[in-house]
């Protein structure tokens, strides 16, 4: 038994039933689907702590049958030790008895035996769907400008947002939303050859599967959408397939982080009101300052709320010939609860580009990265 949810991009099933028939029925029906992974497990695995991680799934399905399972006080600790995992029961006929039982152990649904395909597999979209909605988080992250350096940041933000935790390994996606270019897959020197024209007035052929099909995965995890197609950006059409997309892949994702074109396009606006956080990216100059500074007035009045918008000024020199715009300088533009500020390791960021590889790569003990990281888990806090 694989116990340990490890593809990215599917929703984990993890399943207990001692009837043969429904069993096979179900590793029938979820091995043919590419949305989702399967994991059987025996009564004593699914109370075992060391064989089942509850966070490593995102539905439970189990099978008390005529019911007598639930008099067995091992099913009912089991049962206890899934803790917040959603569960979706299912059983022969039962009588009130069992019922009660059963209505008892907090399920988020119930079905009855014999298992309908077309039933079970909505019934579990449903709840596994409805449970992401709640957790997922999209972030998006803004360029005040060419040359700020917002595609680096997003680009460590989905990295360390990929990061296996303690208990979870949770899943991330960077979405590169300025189509003109597709310049975060040339900086990480994965090519993707698909074209978005194909699907522009074709929406209904943007699903999960569809969204597999085209995303390709970093070597540190995450799951990575850039496209050159630059007719998407002017189609009056785009938007529609833009944000179909973008809910789809948050949908498959814990995390998603959306790099945004630097100029407005149609869609703009929609994201920034629907995102979870909101993150400022400036240069060192002066312009970009006043930039970022009138973005955040701009978005904060487009949510309601600054609440979720972060500010970072970026390749800020340090030393007695750096910047003029030192920490208390900034300090006046910005918050400092809400502002992180990135050195300039132009040396570092050149090589990462030039190899097609992550900055941290280059130098683990690159302060940019640093302070990249120390803001993604400050962003995590604050969603989770």
Not at 285 to 303: D, G
Request: include cysteine.
């Amino acid at each position: 038994m694989n116990a340990e949810a490890t593809k990215l991009g599917r929703s984990h099933v993890l399943m207990f039933s001692q009837d043969p028939q429904a069993s096979r029925m179900m590793e029938t029906v979820f091995s043919s689907l590419t949305s989702y992974q399967l994991t059987s497990c025996s009564l004593e695995e699914l109370g075992n702590s060391e064989e089942i991680d509850p966070e490593a799934f995102d539905i439970a399905i189990l099978d008390v049958g005529d019911g007598s399972v639930l008099d067995d006080p091992e099913f009912l600790r089991s049962r206890q030790s899934l803790g917040k995992l959603s569960v979706l029961f299912i059983s022969d006929e039962l009588n009130q008895q069992h019922i009660r039982q059963l209505m008892k152990l907090d399920g988020a649904d119930w079905l009855s035996k014999p298992l309908v395909q077309r039933a079970l597999t909505d019934t579990v979209s449903s709840i596994t769907q409805r449970q992401k909605s709640n957790g997922n988080k999209v972030h998006a992250v803004v360029s005040c400008g060419g040359g700020s350096g917002g595609s680096s940041v997003a680009i460590m933000m989905a990295h360390y947002m990929s990061r296996k935790r303690k208990r979870s390994h949770p899943t991330a996606a960077l979405f590169d939303l300025d189509f003109s270019k597709a310049d975060i897959g040339a900086y990480l020197n994965i090519e993707n050859s698909y074209r978005l024209e194909n699907v522009i007035g074709k929406s209904e052929r943007v699903d999960l599967e569809f969204i597999d099909v085209i995303k390709k995965v970093h070597d540190s995890g995450f799951s990575l959408f850039s496209f050159e197609s630059p007719k998407l950006t002017y189609s009056e059409m785009g938007p529609e397939l833009v944000l179909k997309m973008l809910d789809l892949v948050s949908y498959r994702h814990d995390h998603t982080v959306l790099d945004l074109s630097s100029y407005m396009t149609r869609w703009q606006s929609t994201i920034l009101s629907a995102v979870d956080t909101v993150t400022i990216v400036s240069g060192p100059s002066l312009p970009s300052l006043q930039r970022a500074k009138h973005r955040f007035k701009e978005i904060s009045t487009l949510r309601n709320s600054e609440a979720g918008i972060r500010v970072v000024t970026n390749r800020i020199k340090t030393g007695f010939f750096g910047s003029q715009f030192g920490k208390k300088e900034l300090g006046k533009l910005f918050d400092p609860s809400i502002l992180t500020i990135l050195p300039d390791e132009q040396h570092i960021m050149l090589e990462a580009v030039n190899r097609g590889i992550l900055p941290s790569e280059v130098n683990q003990r690159s302060n940019f990265c640093s302070n990249v990281q120390n803001m993604s888990d400050a962003i995590l806090e604050e969603v989770t």
